[in-house]
């Protein structure tokens, strides 16, 4: 039997842009495969289902796909007991669904028959994988990929682009021909064609294999990198830097107090500088006074007070560690 560190690394299109930016962030993964069960834990899971659904069930052809699409989504939502009221961004991703319906639909209409959702791709060879929300094989290969949440900007990212070429070459690995059509579809937006061409899938190809013949302790602290990253909390390179970023979205220090709203609601101060709005669960129950703590992906108050004062969210992190 193989040891943990003999197992093949499989890099998926987020730990190969992880690879590439940070080194010391890329987690691959031991094996090629979907999550072992949909989680709906989020608006954009919901409606990715809800999209997936849609076009298995051939409803992206009825007369009114838009009304369809946001059907399946309130199906999806009523059957797994979900409060769309206390879902952040549920309502306006349901009325997008709707809006965008149709433009979705006509593109769908434009690929060869054998449309495909979630659909996993390998490339064996070298270990990448990865799970495309849509995509059709033929002369008119297309793959679309479904943005509704953080990363729907109007102009692709360069995260997204890695993302789609990578696709594309798993597409062009597994059907022998490259995509004739690279679509992020965002439902804000609306559809954007990315040109993909076959040197930019060589290139990135070749830039990650490099980078996997390399060692992965090098870390590169950059805002969009860091803000996921698990190994966030313990990279010192990342704590020296964050402070100067514009804005910071990081704290760390000693406990001074904490105190609890009738609400439910926690306030920290953490070396005299409050974080408040927290969320009792968000709170690590070995959390005390005097001692060290970090906190990622809060918002720095920008009301003039000294010293500043930080506002925590949902995805807000905070955890008790050993001094540095």
């Not at 059907?71 to 709707?98: C, N, W, Y």
């Not at 302790?217 to 805002?223: D, E």
């Not at 514009?246 to 904490?258: M, Q, R």
Request: proline share 8%; with cysteine; hydrophobic share 40%.
């Amino acid at each position: 039997m193989k040891g943990a560190d003999e197992l093949p690394q499989w890099w998926s299109s987020t730990a190969a842009w992880r690879l590439l930016s940070c080194p010391l962030s890329a987690v691959p993964a031991n094996e090629p495969a979907r999550p072992s069960a949909q989680v709906l834990g989020n608006a954009g899971s919901v409606a990715h289902l809800a999209l997936q659904q849609w076009i298995e069930n051939g409803e992206w052809t009825r007369e009114d796909p838009g009304m369809r699409l946001q059907g399946r989504f309130d199906e999806i939502v009523a059957s797994h007991g979900i409060d769309i009221s206390r879902m952040p961004q549920a309502v306006i991703t349901r009325a997008r669904l709707k809006s965008r319906g149709r433009e979705l639909s006509a593109i769908l209409a434009e690929a060869e028959p054998g449309i495909r959702t979630e659909l996993l791709l390998t490339d064996e060879g070298n270990h990448l994988f990865g799970i495309l929300d849509v995509a059709a094989g033929g002369a008119e290969g297309l793959i679309i990929d479904l943005k509704t949440g953080r990363d729907a900007s109007a102009e692709p990212s360069p995260a997204i682009k890695h993302q789609m070429t990578f696709y594309a070459h798993l597409f062009q690995v597994t059907f022998g021909v490259p995509p004739k059509h690279v679509i992020v579809f965002n439902l804000q937006q609306g559809p954007a064609e990315i040109e993909v061409s076959p040197s930019a899938i060589t290139n990135l190809l070749g830039d990650i294999l490099t980078a996997q013949s390399m060692g992965r302790a090098l870390a590169r602290p950059q805002p969009d990198v860091c803000r996921f990253c698990t190994k966030r909390m313990t990279c010192e390179p990342h704590w020296k830097a964050v402070a100067a970023w514009d804005p910071p979205d990081a704290i760390e220090g000693t406990i001074v107090s904490i105190e609890r709203s009738s609400s439910g609601l926690v306030a920290v101060s953490i070396d005299g500088h409050w974080l408040t709005g927290i969320v009792g669960s968000q709170l690590p129950d070995d959390a005390r006074p005097g001692q060290f703590a970090r906190a990622v992906r809060v918002r720095r108050r920008s009301d003039g007070t000294a010293p500043p004062e930080w506002a925590a969210s949902s995805i807000t992190e905070i955890r008790v560690l050993p001094a540095p």
